[in-house]
């Protein structure tokens, strides 16, 4: 492979589109790269919560604690736990958004549950879906900007 002069000493016009390039990567991309993360990350650890809910759930209906009720610790901060007795387990409070509560039985709990599970899988599966998209944005980029320096894979 042979370079010629014009390697050395590029060219301004071509010196500012790989800076506005770059810029654009660095500034945009990455910057939206890592939001998308974070909300992967928030939807990650609230499916998390959905399936240990869901397990509680499961646990407490087949030892037969939802109708005799159970004992059990309750940390309330800073490792101090308090001992609590829950003489009904039949019902639980679920959050439904903006801070609002509903009381439902174990049964129909599971039910939500389960639709919420589901809903979060797909917004994950998107999120990574943008997540790929974007990378492969940044990749395209990086790649024509070598390409205006004159290098070759």
């Not at 654009?24 to 910057?31: I, R």
């Not at 709990?109 to 809903?119: C, Q, S, T, Y």
Request: one cysteine or more; proline letters at 1%.
């Amino acid at each position: 492979m042979q370079r010629g002069y014009g390697c050395a000493i590029m060219n301004p016009d071509i010196q500012q589109k790989i800076l506005k390039f770059e810029t654009f990567v660095n500034d945009v991309l990455k910057e939206d790269l890592a939001q998308l993360e974070q909300k992967l990350n928030a939807k990650n650890a609230d499916l998390a919560e959905f399936f240990q809910l869901k397990s509680m759930i499961t646990t407490l209906q087949s030892n037969g604690f939802d109708k005799s009720g159970f004992k059990t610790q309750v940390d309330i901060g800073q490792n101090f736990f308090i001992e609590a007795h829950i003489p009904d387990a039949s019902t639980i409070l679920l959050d439904v958004g903006l801070g609002h509560y509903v009381e439902f039985s174990l049964n129909d709990a599971l039910v939500i549950i389960n639709v919420r599970i589901k809903l979060l899988e797909q917004q994950i599966a998107n999120l990574r879906k943008e997540i790929a998209k974007t990378n492969a944005h940044i990749k395209l980029i990086l790649l024509g900007i070598r390409e205006l320096q004159g290098f070759e894979d």
